[in-house]
Each structure stands twice: as C-alpha cells, then as structure tokens.
T-cell receptor
Framework: DGGITQSPKYLFRKEGQNVTLSCEQN?????MYWYRQDPGQGLRLIYY???????QKGDIAEGYSVSREKKESFPLTVTSAQKNPTAFYLC??????????????FGPGTRLTVL | KQEVTQIPAALSVPEGENLVLNCSFT??????LQWFRQDPGKGLTSLLL?????REQTSGRLNASLDKSSGRSTLYIAASQPGDSATYLC???????????FGQGTTLQVKP
C-alpha cells in the first residue's frame, strides 16, 4: 500500500534534548512538508522540501531543522532551541510543489510532549 | 496576509440531516481548494480537491464548491451519519506562494 508513515506515534522529550521525528513516503512524491498543530489552531508550516537535497523554511522554522537526503525520507529534528515544542506534528507529501501538483497527503502524526 | 476562516467552529446535528460547512478567505488569490477530515489524534484524510478550473467536486455524499470571486468554499454533507463525526479542515493553495493555508476547522458531531 502506498502512503506516508510517521514514527514514533508518541514521543517524550526532556528539557534541553534534541529529538528527531521520522517521516517516510512511498508515493514517489517530490515534495514533502512538516506542519505543527496546536489545539484550536490551524496547521502551521515548519519546513518544506520540493526536491532531494533542498528545503525551505516555512512560517515557524525557528528551533527546528530538517534534511532531505533521500526522496522517500524527510526527518524533522526538534532542537532545544524550540521553547514550546509540545504539539502534534504532521508530515505530508505532494506530487510536486507547483500549483497543479500541490494536493497534499498526510501521515498519521507524532505527538510530542516535553516533560 | 492570507487568512482562512471556517464557520461554524463546532456543529451538532441529528443523524440524517443535510449540512453545510463554510470556508472563507481574506484574499481571493486562491488557486485550488482542498477539504480534509481529521479524527481525534489522527492525521488528515484528503476528501476533495477542487482544481483551479473547477467550481465543484463530488464524492459520495460529499459535495464541495469553490467561488473564487467571493473567496468562499462550502462542503455539503448529505444524509449525515454518526461516522461523519470528525473535524473538517479546508486549505487553500495560495496563488502567490503555492503553499496550502489552513483554516482552524469545524468539529462536527452527528448524534444517532
């Protein structure tokens, strides 16, 4: 089955720790995205990548980092510089980043909690 | 800055009722429009995509329309069922940036 997987489903972080969230897709999509969802708010874009070895900051990139070494994978690292990381993190992909190809498909999400 | 508003924020209806969810944009520069469903603690499931050249899309009991001139979209759910209970989000593809801009969602409860 084609789709997007995220792991882990739940993640707990201590103060000062960096943690990495995994996102893998087998849809052969070029573009991948990371969003953050907080209660009562819409999704906010953290980072996106239109192609391998390239990525751009979204609206709330501070305290986060990403890499795109493979087409299938787009891991997100939440660094200790992110002051309020507790949230639900969603990964998505689309065939391309152009307007005609931007239909996005989402993974199941990772819930990150800071202890 | 493009903003998306979804009205109402929450809706409770008896089973079998037809209902309409609304989505509006502050800037009509929307290229296309995607509706999603989200169950509690889960990811988003794409329901319908209205491309730039289209005015509406239908899938089963769902019908979504897009009026770019007024910056509005509606999602019509016919003969609602308890299984339709979820949060529904709309997202517009910005003509300026190509990114999706999300509304905050409408949480629907369908009572048996």
């Amino acid at each position: 089955d084609g789709g997007i997987t995220q792991s882990p489903k739940y993640l707990f972080r201590k103060e000062g720790q960096n943690v990495t969230l995994s996102c893998e897709q087998n849809l052969n999509h070029d573009a991948m995205y990371w969003y953050r969802q907080d209660p009562g708010q819409g999704l906010r874009l953290i980072y996106y990548s239109q192609i391998v070895n390239d990525f751009q900051k979204g609206d709330i990139a501070e305290g986060y980092s990403v890499s795109r070494e493979k087409k299938e994978s787009f891991p997100l690292t939440v660094t200790s510089a992110q002051k309020n990381p507790t949230a639900f993190y969603l990964c998505a992909s689309s065939k391309g980043a152009g307007l005609s190809y931007n239909e996005q498909f989402f993974g199941p999400g990772t819930r990150l909690t800071v202890l | 800055k493009q903003e998306v508003t979804q009205i109402p924020a929450a809706l409770s209806v008896p089973e079998g009722e037809n209902l309409v969810l609304n989505c509006s944009f502050t800037d009509s520069a929307i290229y296309n429009l995607q509706w999603f469903r989200q169950d509690p603690g889960k990811g988003l499931t794409s329901l319908l995509l209205i491309q730039s050249s289209q005015r509406e899309q239908t899938s089963g009991r769902l019908n979504a329309s897009l009026d770019k001139s007024s910056g509005r979209s509606t999602l019509y759910i016919a003969a609602s069922q308890p299984g339709d209970s979820a949060t529904y989000l709309c997202a517009g593809g910005s003509s300026n940036t190509g990114k999706l801009i999300f509304g905050q969602g409408t949480t629907l409860q369908v009572k048996p």
